[in-house]
């Protein structure tokens, strides 16, 4: 493409994403919880996990204190003034999160075709996270950007992101497993150091003691007690929400923000209770499954063959692709827009679908455009009854588990290949040893 070309499209996509702000932030549904709960803070409350601190019960405040504290200039803003700013700090995130991303899977940028099925693939996640203006893309784009350091060797930067990733969201926690199984003693150590420091900053503008207890009344209020917004709040897309919806009858008429008419997918009545100690197992197995695989793969054979296949595609790149769909499937609460994670995963996919194309038993082209061309037809299926249906479903959690299946598919597959080449060299090498 020609370079004045270039400059014309940017200009012009610019200021379409400029004015289109004007009437995202019109309607913005997350935003406006941050807004009301930064006006009480600088009214001088300090009960943040109040019903009425932000918007009420339903949308409430359930960040730490770090959250709402780091964001006081934007609270001192006109509302319409702060939210755009928030808007445009949304599209820097998006734009982070994608040159991060082509960084570490370069194959993609030089395929205008393998770009757009990765875009189709996702577009739905992200339009949806600018529309509810939600901080779990500020912690998303700070994922992206720890495992890009991680991969690049930047022990005190990846750990420094990873702990701001954990503070806004919590669920990039399970991520570090991953990090112990690696031997990466020095970025846990760094995330464990900034977690604590991060989290202490607060006790300035609340004193130390008062940040204890806001802490205290953070973990109370969203970790240790979820039952209200699992009934209340978005739709649960994790695998706990997938079997609550299926072995258990949910009263959604009882859902106290009006938005009642999703369908029953229901063919068992189990408790609550007997649900989350099946979550609590079946995750704890897939999760354990999954690490000792990716443990077992790291000790296999260097040949020259095994080598060269992961040149364009390293095998770090790959393991992080499969935790990230791992965190979206086990994690307590998997709301549909925490699937922007998917481009670092669907990114890698495309890469392997490069690798592939010559291949008669290729499954990740195949995969790809399978999940770009379902994330492309699902949203425009008209109806507010059928969108509800697929949410009761779970579409979006299926696609996640195809893709880690791929995933790990092509991970084992390489494995065996590596083992057949090491056996297959070995007479060889004897032979050429002897005298």
């Not at 991303?101 to 992200?126: A, C, D, H, M, N």
């Not at 990873?162 to 919590?170: D, E, G, P, V």
């Not at 897309?237 to 299926?246: E, F, N, V």
Request: include cysteine; aromatic fraction near 12%; glycine fraction near 6%.
């Amino acid at each position: 493409m020609k370079k004045p070309i270039r400059v014309f499209l940017i200009i012009l996509l610019s200021a379409v994403a400029a004015l289109l702000g004007l009437l995202i932030i019109r309607n913005l549904i997350d935003y406006p919880v941050y807004y009301a709960a930064g006006q009480s803070l600088l009214g001088g409350r300090s009960d943040l996990y109040a019903p009425d601190f932000a918007l009420g019960q339903v949308m409430d405040y359930r960040y730490p204190p770090l959250f709402l504290v780091s964001f006081a200039p934007l609270w001192n803003l006109p509302y319409s003034i702060s939210a755009y700013v928030w808007y445009l700090m949304s599209l820097v995130e998006i734009f982070g999160c994608a040159v991060i991303v082509l960084r570490i899977f370069p194959e993609i940028g030089r395929s205008t075709k393998l770009w757009l099925l990765v875009v189709l693939g996702t577009v739905q996640y992200f339009v949806m996270v600018l529309h509810y203006g939600n901080a779990h893309l500020l912690a998303t784009f700070c994922l992206f950007a720890a495992l890009y350091f991680l991969i690049a060797e930047r022990s005190v930067l990846a750990g420094l992101l990873m702990a701001i990733a954990i503070t806004i969201k919590l669920t990039p926690l399970l991520v570090l497993p991953y990090l112990a199984i690696k031997r990466r003693w020095n970025i846990l150590a760094m995330v464990f150091v900034f977690l604590v420091v991060l989290n202490l900053i607060p006790a300035f503008w609340f004193g130390f003691e008062a940040n204890n207890r806001l802490l205290a009344g953070w973990y109370r209020h969203v970790v240790a007690s979820q039952e209200f917004h699992e009934d209340n709040g978005p739709i649960n897309l994790s695998l706990k929400g997938q079997l609550r919806r299926y072995l258990s009858t949910i009263p959604y008429s009882e859902r106290v923000d009006g938005d009642v008419r999703y369908p029953e997918v229901n063919v068992a009545s189990l408790s609550r209770q007997q649900l989350f100690y099946a979550w609590l197992i079946v995750s704890s197995v897939i999760t354990a499954g999954v690490l000792a695989l990716l443990w077992r793969n790291r000790k296999g054979p260097r040949t020259e063959e095994g080598s060269k296949a992961n040149q364009r595609i390293g095998l770090l790149e790959t393991d992080l692709s499969i935790m990230i769909c791992l965190m979206l499937l086990v994690e307590p609460l998997t709301s549909k827009i925490y699937f922007i994670a998917l481009l670092w995963p669907l990114a890698c996919l495309a890469s392997i679908a490069v690798e592939q194309l010559n291949s008669r038993r290729a499954i990740a082209p195949k995969a790809l455009i399978a999940i770009a061309a379902i994330n492309l037809i699902l949203p425009l299926l008209p109806g507010r009854s059928i969108q509800r249906w697929l949410l009761a479903l779970g579409a979006d959690f299926y696609l996640n588990c195809l893709l880690m299946g791929v995933l790990l598919f092509v991970l084992l597959h390489r494995r065996v290949t590596q083992l057949q080449s090491g056996v297959s060299q070995m007479p060889a090498q004897s032979e050429a040893k002897m005298p």
